[in-house]
């Protein structure tokens, strides 16, 4: 079956470094996302793509980024990790264009903790 | 602004019996809605959506009621189940706004 898959599942990492967090889906879904869950927040969109070499911030994309050289993937870099980066990390893909009226399909998740 | 939102941050029911949770949203041009049930540990999981041209869309045991006069949103599960517990989500979107937002949860409990 087709699917999205992150990597890793969980991590610790400390102040400062830079750390990436892969996402890889199966659906061969144009659009993918990356989106971080805290608590009294929901789900806040980091950024996004539409498509190969597209890439798009979205509401909280500040110290992070993405690249997308293919289809398949999206990963996530934080570039300089800090502590209120810790937080339950998903991507997400779906097909057709944008969000428009296009269902979004959420990977297990990436809990990362930055000490 | 815009928001989408949650009437009730929780939610208990008994095993068997009908769930109901809402969800309230403030823009009007929104056409599409989604439900999200999330498990612990888990990433959210699609449910059930709805457009605006729709008024009652049912799945399995799930129902998703617009009531686009008042911009309300609601789940309605039959027969919950324990399996049922999760928190659930609705999102929002419109056609000229190339966003989806989510609304924070409803963390339902189903006790035996």
């Known amino acids: 079956d087709a699917e999205i898959t992150q990597s890793p599942r969980h991590k610790i990492t400390e102040t400062g470094r830079q750390v990436t967090l892969a996402c890889h889906q199966t659906?061969?879904?144009?659009?993918m996302f990356w989106y971080r869950q805290d608590l009294g927040h929901g789900l806040r969109l980091i950024h996004y793509?539409?498509?190969?070499?597209?890439?798009n911030k979205g509401e909280v994309s500040d110290g992070y980024s993405v690249s997308r050289s293919n289809t398949e993937d999206l990963p996530l870099t934080l570039e300089s990790a800090a502590s209120s980066q810790t937080s339950v990390y998903f991507c997400?893909?779906?097909?057709?264009?944008?969000?428009?009226?296009?269902?979004?399909?959420f990977g297990e998740g990436s809990w990362l903790t930055v000490v | 602004g815009e928001s989408v939102g949650l009437h009730l941050p929780t939610l208990s029911v008994q095993e068997g019996d009908n769930s109901i949770i809402n969800c309230a949203y403030s823009?009007?041009?929104?056409?599409?809605f989604i439900w999200y049930k999330q498990e612990s540990g888990k990433g959210p999981q699609f449910i059930i959506d709805?457009?605006?041209?729709?008024d009652k869309r049912q799945g399995q045991r799930v129902t998703v009621l617009l009531n686009k006069t008042v911009k309300h949103l609601s789940l309605q599960i039959a027969a919950t189940q324990p399996g049922d517990s999760a928190v659930y989500f609705c999102?929002?979107?419109?056609?000229?706004?190339?966003?989806?937002?989510f609304g924070a949860g409803t963390r339902l409990t189903v006790k035996p």
């Open positions: 997400a893909s779906s097909e057709g264009t944008g969000h428009r009226g296009n269902t979004i399909y």
């Open positions: 999102a929002e979107t419109s056609y000229n706004n190339n966003d989806m937002r």
């Open positions: 823009n009007s041009a929104s056409d599409y």
């Open positions: 793509s539409y498509g190969v070499h597209d890439t």
């Open positions: 709805i457009r605006s041209n729709m």
């Open positions: 659906w061969n879904h144009n659009n």
